[in-house]
């Protein structure tokens, strides 16, 4: 069982996206993280949202910029991603949890995952 995180792209500098994570079960009663990992580094945390969408945590390198939300009707998680600079560029992934979100949430709390998308910033 796999999520699926879609929406990446090619932009330029200080371009936007919006990233998209759905499921094949119902996302309803899981927090949801994205992380992102770039070429020859680790994978990072850099959001995170409770089950009702009422918590949310980001990384300082994002905060400010990227904007995660849920739309649990459509069984849909977005982050919005203004303001992009090349060290943006990365791998973005999305997980489920059955997780307490009172900070950003690290991976090994989630059991599910999805395969990544690509987001590339130009400079």
């Known amino acids: 069982v796999q999520l699926q995180a879609s929406g990446g792209g090619l932009v330029q500098d200080g371009g936007s996206l919006r990233l998209s994570c759905t499921a094949p079960?119902?996302?309803?009663?899981?927090?949801i993280g994205w992380f992102r990992q770039a070429p020859g580094k680790e994978r990072e945390g850099v959001s995170c949202?409770?089950?009702?969408?009422?918590?949310?945590y980001y990384s300082d390198s994002v905060k400010g910029r990227f904007t995660v939300s849920r739309d649990n009707a459509k069984n849909t998680v977005y982050l919005q991603l203004n303001g992009l600079k090349p060290e943006d560029t990365a791998v973005y992934y999305c997980?489920?949890?059955?997780?307490?979100?009172?900070?950003?949430?690290?991976?090994?709390?989630?059991?599910?995952w999805g395969q990544g998308t690509q987001v590339t910033v130009s400079s």
């Open positions: 949202i409770s089950s009702s969408g009422s918590s949310a």
């Open positions: 997980a489920a949890g059955t997780i307490v979100v009172d900070t950003l949430v690290g991976e090994s709390e989630y059991q599910y």
């Open positions: 079960f119902t996302l309803d009663y899981y927090g």
